[in-house]
């Protein structure tokens, strides 16, 4: 069950964008920068999901009316292909580019750009842009990189790791709307003080049964969580209560699985959770933002966990009497 918009495999096209609106709980509306249609399709931020295949060549192609790259973060990529502007390639208006990059590795826009390399081990890793970063982070320019193992399964996490029966990408977030009519770096973005706490782009009662962030599945039923931290708060997940298992770590196995109730996720840091649905259980998942040294929640996001049994079970009894 696929819940948000992919790309791919191993292709992927994106542009960007500068001016999207994002609405939130408090129907205030955010000015917000992403690649593509954006994620899920109904959605600005994050931006979609890039998908490749273990061991296969990816080629992403970047087309912007602005200096932008994409650095594909915590994937083993070589330097030319990495997104860095200064020592990779991206797209700008000339060779200084505003003395953001090298003469060769730039392309004058909009003439896009593509990125190649070689698909890493399976796992959860990040994509960014990495010009002007501080900024264009926050303005939502973010999104995951999925890589399936050698054989393109579905359902599984790893070369003879675990299986699973569905899974979810949780981009864990803030933002600070005082930067959102910012176009560069300034004095205003010298302090990150985030007033809005997101899943996947949603606030406050928008994130509680949003469909790529609420867990409803029958007892039993394995889900896989890609908690990806792309804002720049710690963010403790809470599944209310339920044991889960932290079965890998930036794109890497962990030797033996963490059977925890909360996680501890930093900036920058994918974790993938393994859950399996208790019975009988509706209840909520909780991501606490705390502040840069773990001393104090700044503020909250949560969406549903539920198992599905009992309605499906009560359904069929209903459909039967009649």
């Known amino acids: 069950m696929r819940t948000f918009t992919f790309l791919g495999p191993n292709t992927a096209a994106l542009s960007v964008s500068m001016g999207g609106t994002t609405i939130m709980a408090d129907n205030n509306s955010l000015t917000t920068w992403y690649f593509g249609n954006g994620f899920n399709d109904d959605r600005l931020v994050p931006s979609p999901v890039i998908e490749c295949i273990e061991g296969q060549q990816v080629n992403v192609t970047l087309t912007s009316m602005r200096a932008h790259s994409i650095h594909f973060h915590g994937l083993d990529v070589d330097q030319a292909n990495d997104g860095v502007g200064s020592t990779s390639g991206y797209v700008s208006q000339s060779p200084t ?31 960014h842009c990495h010009i002007d970063t501080v900024l264009h982070i926050e303005q939502g320019m973010v999104g995951t990189v999925i890589v399936r193992p050698p054989d393109g399964s579905m359902t599984q996490a790893w070369a003879g790791g675990p299986t699973f029966d569905r899974e979810h990408v949780w981009h864990l977030h803030t933002f600070d709307s005082t930067w959102h009519e910012e176009t560069v770096s300034s004095s205003i973005t010298s302090r990150y003080r ?25 007892f039993g039923t394995k889900v896989l969580i890609r908690a990806n931290n792309v804002g720049y708060q710690p963010a403790v997940i809470s599944l209310g209560g339920i044991t889960f298992q932290v079965i890998a770590s930036d794109g890497r196995p962990l030797p033996i699985p963490l059977n925890v109730t909360e996680l501890l996720v930093t900036a920058g840091e994918r974790y993938d959770l393994l859950l399996t649905m208790p019975g009988a259980f509706d209840g909520l998942a909780t991501i606490s ?13 949560q969406t549903r966990i539920k198992d599905t049994s009992s309605d499906f079970i009560f359904n069929s009894s209903f459909e039967a009497g009649e």
Do not use: E, Q, W
């Not at 933002?289 to 996001?301: A, C, E, F, P």
């Open 289 to 301: 933002y705390r502040d840069i040294r773990n001393k104090s929640t700044l503020g909250t996001v």
């Open 97 to 127: 580019g505003g003395n953001i990059g090298r003469v060769d590795g730039y392309n004058r826009f909009p003439s896009p750009h593509t990125y190649t390399f070689t698909a890493p081990h399976a796992g959860t890793y990040m994509y």
């Open 194 to 218: 985030p007033n809005y706490f997101m899943l996947n782009g949603k606030d406050a009662i928008n994130a509680i049964d949003d469909v790529t962030c609420a867990i409803t599945a029958d």
